[in-house]
């Protein structure tokens, strides 16, 4: 199990494009990839779950992977929210 | 801790489930074997010819009543083992040899310590000053006559010592004896002491026993009376194997020397002067007192019962409401089992179930009055009748009267039943007010079966997944087991647990206590178990549950508001047309309010109220995203009615949005609205294109290949 945590700087927070963005990276790789915020965590690989996390901007969320191609998900995932939020 | 006892009393009840199991098995051979190797019976039907002395078809039934009676007779070992599997939390199968050792050991040691006190001879006789029946052979050590409380000593002992021993880290050195090996190896010793212990505590306790044995015997037909109405009484919290279990298969109901052995409980005693009948003239009723009364109730009693519930139904419900009740008086009526009707109005009826309890305790003692002496193996159905009852003749057993009696009894249940309804408007099946499902089952059911694949697996699938979504989600749901009738759960936050959820996965009932939860489904409940249990297990791997896609070919979703429809193609939004977040259609609104689009929930609303996320009761998970690039307006110009994880049923008002401003200050009001969870082979079908009103079929969710 890996992770990283990341503060949102995208003015808008993941609404539904960035979600679907994040979604569709996160299914890329094999691993389960779960994003958690406070006290909840969801599946990054369900667009109504990550959406219904709500995370607005200056938030920070931490990124759990765990699985067979964790170290490359995470250097993804990583390059994913500071490319996009 | 109240709750806390109930929980443990819980799973030890249903721990009894697994030996009890076997009875109707044993019983049967048993029942049949006796039968038909009975002289007087063979000679009654003229069966002497194929049945008599030394012919083939009499050894085989000669030795399915030896096979029978092998489980009687070990009944203590099978309900030690029995428990241990039940109670013990992982690695059962170690606590199972666990408790097969704890229970020669602790016998031996008792064995050992009657020699050392002169109780049993050198020469293996046991002493003359010992009392009668106090000491007995089992597995073939002569040892204090325990009975089933011997076994379930073991079985709760060993399970205990498993669950706090299975996980032990001992040094490196003796490494090799830790984890799940050091649990048989702590039961032995454990087990030696408490042999040494039983040796002078059960004597005391077996005067106890038999002090409480007299009592009920002594109390003669209201002791009979009394223990009917407990054990009715108990039936909703599941702890009735608890109570009546002494009764049956300890000397709490009366012992009696059969065939030259002393005999110890109800349900012992009848099987033993069942496999000696030949030289019985009338079963004892004393001993059938606590299970004869069964049948009157069961066959007759409670099917009036159902009847009446069928004839209070509103016209246009009979149907649904009589096939429900037919199931269920069919069952008990075959095979007692009672909970399926009984569940039917105990909560919706409370009143009802206090004249069930008041009838069906009677009945026992009526049963006991009339010298009818009908035994069973597990409760009180047609099928034992014919077994134990009519083959085994009026004379030893006076099962003719069950007859009239039951017939007075089907007449009182239905009466009253009848009055109670009809007087205090009582809702049971096919009286419920409109808005209320009278079996969800189906509609799940109906659901599953859409399903273009048609595999069972699906459908199992959506009971399963129901199941745990009612239970508050897997990780909610610390422990999963069944008895009879009702699954027995224990969550670890039951404010999570959604009764309305598990009721629409076709229980008929959801009873709480503490962190327990049993959701009462009926005799299939073991393969719901098994199906839950493996969906839980391969969750493990698989995505979240509430994440699969439910979603089957040709569920229809109605559009959320009025408008302008059109292909997802077209929306001015790149993502969206990209179908990046998922397959689907936009709506151009021309009115101001969003209407839930069939029956759902609310999965979210967004922060800044332009989007929501729902997700239907078929399955479908839909993304209503109102306008484009509209999260910038943070909020402005919506105003929404609903809260995350409400259910609402189809056109509630979602949300009202102001169409001027959004004109004004958003690229486009083009409102996509798109399938979040469809799987590779689905795609969605927008059903018309043009002007469409709010709750019209928008699209349709169908297999790609099927081009339209």
Known sequence: ????????????????????????????????????????????????????????CGQTIEILVEGEDEQMAVAGMEQFFKRNL | ????????????????????AILPVAGLLLGIGSSFTNEATLEMYGLTGILGEGTFLRALLLIMNAVGSVIFDNLPILFAVGVAIGMAKKEKEVAALSAVIAYFVMNIAINAMLKLNGEILDTGEIAGHVLEGTIASSCGILTLQMGVFGGVIVGLGVAALHNRFYKIQLPNALSFFGGTRFVPIISTIVY????????????????????LGGLVTGSGYVGTLIFGLIKRALIP?????????????????????????????????????LADAANVAHFSSDA???????????????P??????????????????????????????????????????????????????ILAGSAYMVAHMLDIAVGLTFSGGFIDLLLFGILQGNEKTSWMLIVPVGIIYFFLYYFIFRYLILKLDLKTPGREDEDVELKLYTKADVQARKDAN???????????????????????????????????????????????????????????????????????????????????????????SEEKNMATQGTVISSPITGIAQKLSGVPDEAFAEGMMGDGVFVLPQKE???????????????TKHAIGFVTDSGVSLLIHVGIDTVKLQGKGFEVFVKTGERVKKGTPLMRINLEYLEKHAPSVATPIVCTQLEEKQQVILRKEGLIEAGQPLFEIAEKERKI
Request: hydrophobic share 45%; with cysteine; glycine share 12%.
């Open chain 1, 1 to 56: 199990m890996k992770s990283f945590r990341y503060t949102i700087t995208d003015k808008t927070g993941i609404h539904a494009r960035p979600a679907g963005l994040l979604v569709k990276e996160a299914r890329k790789y094999k691993s389960r990839i779960r994003i958690k915020s406070g006290e909840k965590s969801v599946e990054a690989t369900g667009l109504m779950a990550v959406m219904s996390l709500g995370i607005a």
């Open chain 2, 288 to 302: 059938t007192r606590f299970f004869s009364g069964e049948f009157i109730f069961m066959i007759f009693g409670l």
């Open chain 2, 593 to 607: 309010t969003v209407y839930a689009p069939e029956d759902g929930m609310v999965e979210f609303v967004f922060d």
């Open chain 2, 304 to 357: 009036g019962a159902a009847l009446a519930m069928y004839h209070c139904a509103k016209p246009e419900k009979k149907k649904a409401a009589g096939g429900l009740l037919l199931s269920a008086a069919l069952a008990c009526m075959a095979t007692g089992i009672t909970e399926p009707i009984e569940f039917s109005f105990l909560f919706v009826a409370p009143i009802l179930f206090v004249v069930q309890v």
């Open chain 2, 192 to 211: 030696m002491f408490v042999g040494i212990l039983m040796y002078f505590v059960w004597p005391q306790v077996q005067n106890g026993i038999s002090a």
């Open chain 2, 237 to 273: 919290f599941g702890l009735h194997h608890v109570f009546y279990m002494p009764f049956w298969h300890t000397a709490v109901g009366g012992t009696m020397e059969v065939a030259g052995q002393m005999v110890q409980g109800g349900q012992n005693i009848f099987f033993a002067q």
């Open chain 2, 454 to 544: 048609g595999n069972e697996g699906r459908k199992k699938d959506v009971v399963s997944a129901a199941i745990v979504q009612g239970l508050g989600g897997k990780e909610n749901i610390s422990d999963v087991d069944c008895c009879a009738t009702r699954l027995r759960c224990t969550v670890k936050d039951k404010s999570l647990v959604d009764d309305k959820v598990l009721r629409g996965t076709g229980a008929s009932g959801v009873l709480h206590k503490g962190n327990g939860v049993q959701i009462i489904y009926g005799p299939n409940v073991t393969v719901i178990k098994s199906d839950l249990e493996e969906y839980m297990e391969q969750g493990e791997s698989a995505p979240r």
């Open chain 2, 1 to 20: 801790m109240k709750d806390k006892m109930f929980g443990v009393l819980q799973r030890v009840g249903r721990s009894f489930m697994l030996p009890i």
